[in-house]
């Protein structure tokens, strides 16, 4: 009877043993996610630039546009890789306000766009007291639809709340991608310089 017991405890623990040495792999659809940040990023940053008269910034598809066969019709791809829902449609167009509001504030370089899909404020010299209250306001909300943004891109894409970083990195790609020349941006390394 012991030797039964000794014997199933062995097999158990080194059962155990085995299951904790999985590794889980999460998925990410890395190229979804490209081409959602792309198409999401180029749509506000289309509505800010109408909003304040400005030409919008032309950008080329980071998405190689390959030519192939597909049994599978063209509306039909697009319609699975468009990532919208309510909330999504509500943040682009705030978020296309806040950059409308801001793009004086990039061309001043008073803001510049950080490496994690946000806007940070560089330099307050020359703007007054309330100018300086209404500009931290401004991207403190603007930062805060770009959260919910990267939240809801995830949700909807079903990827893991932890996941939500590298979905910030890709979208910053975009967004720095698409900052007009003399803006400032930062590097993967942190360094700041402007965009040429």
């Avoid at 506000?44 to 598809?61: D, N, V, Y």
């Amino acid at each position: 009877m012991r030797k039964r017991y000794a014997l199933g405890m062995t097999a158990a623990v080194g059962m155990a043993f085995v299951l904790a040495c999985i590794t889980v792999n999460i998925y990410f659809p890395e190229a979804t996610v490209k081409q959602a940040a792309e198409e999401i990023v180029n749509e506000i940053q289309k509505k800010a630039a109408e909003k304040t008269g400005e030409e919008p910034i032309k950008q080329l598809s980071v998405l190689p546009q390959a030519v192939s066969f597909s049994l599978v019709p063209a509306a039909y791809a697009q319609e699975e890789t468009t990532v919208s829902n309510p909330a999504i449609r509500a943040l682009k167009e705030s978020i296309a306000d806040h950059l409308a509001a801001m793009m004086p504030s990039f061309a001043a370089g008073n803001i510049g766009l950080t490496n994690k899909g946000l806007v940070e404020i560089r330099d307050e010299a020359g703007l007054n007291l309330q100018a300086k209250a209404a500009l931290r306001k401004l991207v403190k909300e603007d930062n805060g639809d770009r959260m919910k943004l990267y939240a809801e891109v995830a949700k909807v894409l079903n990827i893991e709340a932890s996941q939500i970083e590298r979905i910030q990195e890709i979208f910053a790609e975009n967004w720095i991608k698409g900052a007009a020349a003399s803006w400032w941006v930062q590097q993967e390394d942190g360094a700041w310089v402007r965009k040429r």
